[in-house]
């Protein structure tokens, strides 16, 4: 949290999605913030131990916090429990459907995200990864799409 931290700009929040990168640049993967919640609380690997990329019924979600014992520490406790979190402990590597080209339509990235996409997606040229597509920066570019359009009347 402190590197995050250190490198936001004035003013802003700080990153949210962190790009990892060996000591060479290359793309090794991402951490998000669910990826770092998970992470702090261990028990979250028990819950999706079976459920790779399944859908979890509401049941099994309620029941899961108690079932799995889940943030049952208090959450002062974070600092204990992050302190020895490395990042290849929390850092997610993308599947092939959460990579994009850079020239991929806005609505292929729209269809990876709706069919649940771990976010962001990287944008790759070629080989080599440019940069992310968050899903906020996605909805942004729908929502002035949508507030252009003429009203009926």
């Given at each position: ?148 359009c003429p009203l009926p009347?």
């Amino acid at each position: 949290f402190q590197v995050l931290e250190k490198n936001k700009p004035d003013g802003h929040h700080s990153h949210r999605d962190v790009i990892v990168v060996d000591d060479n640049g290359k793309f090794k993967g991402k951490v998000t913030m669910i990826d770092i919640f998970r992470t702090l609380e261990p028990n979250y690997n028990k819950v999706f131990k079976n459920y790779k990329d399944g859908t979890l019924t509401k049941d099994y979600v309620i029941n899961a916090m108690r079932d799995f014992n889940l943030w049952m520490e208090p959450v002062r406790n974070l600092c204990e429990r992050g302190a020895g979190i490395k990042i290849s402990e929390i850092m997610h590597v993308p599947s092939k459907a959460e990579y994009l080209q850079e020239n991929d339509s806005l609505e292929k990235a729209l269809h990876e995200y709706v069919m649940g996409a771990h976010q962001p997606l990287i944008v790759k040229n070629g080989d080599t990864v440019t940069g992310v597509l968050r899903f906020g920066d996605l909805f942004e570019v729908i929502r002035e799409h949508m507030l252009a359009c003429p009203l009926p009347e």
